[in-house]
């Protein structure tokens, strides 16, 4: 009886701050992108805008180009999370289900992937990338994307797999399947938790990727979203209201694919822990 | 049904990776038309050889300011000559030093770059022999005032060619100053009385953007000019003759200078305020003095900020002592140009940048637009019409007697330059006694002995 009551009224308190502690942001970045860039830093916290300025918006869709950075940075984003996603859960099966020769020290190895930071790779890989032609190419950013992506995406899968217990494979072998009709009839099912949680990690991680960006690509043809921002920097300083209307935009994605997936991520991380 | 169902998804799996794959090779030409059409109707009439320059500008915001002129300039530039591809790429500040670092390393540097005549940016490039020499009888009919290569020259050959004279003076709020009985300061000691009083009022006296650090050391280089009435004295310093301790001149700007942080002269919070909001803070009617360049002229036509603002901005030269006159002015050139030596056209690239520098090309455009001070002879571009704060700043301009040059922090590497700043910062903020601030400042010189 008591338990389906309503939670101590402190508890609710509590859990509303922080609620509001992490909504405030957003309502900041909205607020001020109805501002023109003379009311910014001000002294009052939020500002009701005298007129709303959508002078801004209009700006970040022509001048700052914010349909066409959008696509290129949609179609980016989305080859990279699926390419990491498929590679990840192919690995992920190799490392807990099959036997081979060197299989922990290939694990180690791509796990040593976390510890390089994208910086230390910026100048090797634009001069890979000038050889072989693919400077200014999509597939500059997508492959180091991958990359970057594959040995947390692989802890993620090998954590989950191990806690999937074998004997339903098993069955599926005696029923005649392939390893691959096992990757794809069995496993993704099962794993689709873990799958959402890399995905949404990597598009996260990806989507407002700058300093790579920044490195590889020159012409406007392929630019991405963050590139619109720094259409509005001046010299000393810049159009901040157009910068925030750019900024709401790129939140806007990411906000979206939380609030659709969150419980599904929040089931691949602890699913994956559970098994240490 | 299970079966089933796991087929579907795997087709979806897979169809959405061809999807995207397609997407990344069929969002191209969707993106491509309006450049085809640019290239197509450039070469339609091929006169003489098809020319690509790159461009590697910091101006990343093409639609305002020195930005816009310079990539109406480059339009106009490439309409007359149909042959002349020029691609522009434009980043801000950061991050194109920090492309240009990479661009540097791999030997692929743009055919026009933008650079700044000061050590810490040109001369590792020329060092590494990746400037082109320019011929200083090409740009003749440029008209640069005296002085205004020196910074891109190196052995007596020049490397590069400034965009602006910059130089630092006090804008001010006339109606805060009428509003609350202060005189507008002519001394040093008016200077601080003037802060003393507006704070004592309730308003901000000085802004500053101190969090970046770079407008203080110029500031610094204003307060010991009045003290020691030279700015070769700093030079002198850096150059190794000399020392910032156990000078009496030097402690005593650097005592002046902190109480201004004892008195709270500064803005509050103007140790972790950025450009943005100080020049807000200023033009929102909360700060009564602006301590900036003369870049700021667009202040008074700003429609970001009330008009009661635009009305009544104003600029004055800093304060003078009793050894230095308020024609001795930090002033120095700022951005500019650089041909990269492995440009596959460096002719062609001289004759664009020949084309730019035209007086009627950028110094009139400059001006006109009130967007800086070019650093070419402008007077016959003045119309008559400019703003108050214009004709204020030119006024400041031409009565210069001396200047400082170059910004002490720019004057090194970019470690010096960080540890030039801190000591700044720390002076302000009390962290350090100004004994201690000169001792930083030495041990910084250390670095670029």
Known sequence: MERQGRPPIVLQLLLGLVALLQIFPLVWLVNFSFLKSGDFFGSEILKWPKTFEFANYVNAFTYGSVPKYLLNSFIITAVTIVAAAVFSLMMGYAFTRMEWKLRGLALGLIMLGMIVPIHATLLPNFTLFNNMGLLDHPLSLILPYIAFSLPISTLIMTGFLETVPRSIEESAVMDGCGVFGLLTRIIFPITKPAVATVCIMNFISWWNEFIMANTFLTSDRFKTLPFSIMKFAGQYSSNYGAQFAVMTMIALPTLIIYLLFTEQMARGITAGAVKG | ?449
């Not at chain 2, 998804?9 to 491509?32: D, I, R, V, Y």
């Open chain 2, 1 to 449: 049904m299970k079966r089933a169902m796991i087929l579907v998804m795997m087709f979806a799996l897979t169809g959405m990776l061809l999807a995207a794959c397609g997407g990344s090779n069929g969002g191209a030409p969707a993106n491509q038309p309006p450049q085809t059409n640019k290239e197509d109707g450039t070469n339609s009439k091929p006169e003489g050889e098809q020319v690509k320059l790159k461009f590697f500008s910091a101006l990343a915001d093409r639609s305002n300011g020195p930005g816009k002129i310079e990539q109406n300039l480059i339009d106009a530039y490439m309409k007359e000559n149909p042959n002349v591809k020029i691609e522009v790429e434009a980043l801000q500040d950061e991050p194109y030093k920090a492309k240009m670092k990479v661009y540097a390393s791999s030997n692929d540097i743009p055919d026009i770059v933008q650079s700044w005549g000061q050590a810490s940016f040109i001369k590792p490039l020329i060092d590494a022999g990746l400037m082109l020499e320019l011929n200083e009888a090409d740009f003749a009919s440029s008209k640069f005032v005296p002085g205004a290569t020196d910074g891109f020259s190196q052995d007596g050959k020049l490397y590069g060619l400034p965009r602006n004279t910059d130089f630092f003076v006090i804008y001010y709020n006339k109606k805060l100053f009428e509003d609350h009985g202060v005189k507008v300061p002519e001394t040093t000691q008016e200077l601080k009385a003037a802060a003393e009083a507006f704070r004592k009022a309730g308003i901000n006296p000085i802004a500053s953007n101190g969090m970046e650090g770079w407008s203080l050391p110029i500031w610094f280089e204003y307060v010991a000019q009045r003290h020691n009435g030279d700015f070769n004295q700093m030079d002198a310093v850096l150059n190794g003759e000399a020392a910032f301790s156990g000078n009496a001149d030097f402690l005593a700007a650097a005592t002046e200078m902190q109480e201004f942080a004892v008195i709270k002269g500064l803005a509050d919070g103007f140790i972790t305020a950025d450009y943005g909001t100080s020049r807000n803070m200023f033009g929102q009617g909360q700060a009564a003095m602006f301590l900036m360049g003369n870049w700021e002229a667009g202040l008074a036509t700003d429609e970001n900020f009330p008009e009661e603002f635009r009305n009544n901005v104003g600029a004055i030269p800093y304060p003078a002592s009793d050894k230095g006159k308020t024609t001795d002015v930090a002033a120095w050139f700022g951005g500019g140009y650089s041909v990269a030596k492995n440009s596959k056209h460096p002719e062609e690239a001289v004759k664009f940048l020949q084309y730019f520098f035209a007086p009627e090309n950028w110094a009139k455009q400059l001006w006109q637009t009130g967007s800086g001070t070019p650093a070419q002879n402008f007077d016959e571009f003045l119309t008559g019409s400019e703003s108050e704060l214009q004709k204020q700043l030119i006024g400041i301009f031409s009565s210069i007697t001396s200047s400082s040059g170059t910004p002490v922090q720019d004057n090194g590497t970019d470690e010096f330059k960080t540890k030039v700043m801190e000591a700044h910062q720390n002076l302000l903020s009390q962290l350090i006694t100004p004994e201690a601030f000169l001792k930083e400042l030495d041990a910084a010189v250390a670095l670029i002995k």
